[in-house]
């Protein structure tokens, strides 16, 4: 199984703002930052697990194990449903793509057990200035 470590950040609400992922695969460690542009924290979130899901499906992975501090995006998901209808496409795109997997979770996590996903996404910040 793929664990993958996500977190979005935004520099404002909205303002500059990036993604980032980090990918453990039996011992192997991928990192991801990513600039966003202008969007809102919560937009960042969607955008790094829609962005991690495509770097999974391109690499043939098929169980992966997602983990996130954004209880918005992990509830939306598990749920299927998001009360605020601007995210309701970044939560089609999300579950469209779980399709491409045999096995997809996705799991909160405390920010203190996300740090790295974290670091990458604030770098991923700086990376638009």
Not at 63 to 77: F, K, N, P, Y
Request: glycine share 6%; aromatic share 10%.
């Amino acid at each position: 199984m793929i664990e993958v470590y996500i977190d979005g950040a935004s520099a404002g609400n909205p303002g500059p703002s990036g993604l980032g992922i980090f990918i453990k695969n039996n011992g192997h460690v991928e990192k991801h930052s990513i600039p966003l542009g202008s969007l809102t924290n919560h937009e960042a979130e969607f955008w790094a697990l829609i962005k991690a899901m495509e770097i999974c499906r391109d690499q043939s992975y098929s169980i992966i194990s997602v983990r996130s501090d954004s209880s918005l995006v992990v509830d939306a998901v598990e749920n299927e449903f998001v009360r605020n209808k601007k995210y309701t496409p970044l939560l089609e795109t999300v579950l469209r793509l779980s399709k491409s997997f045999d096995l997809f979770f996705i799991k909160w996590i405390p920010s203190k057990e996300n740090k790295k996903a974290d670091e990458l996404a604030k770098k991923a910040i700086r990376m638009n200035y």
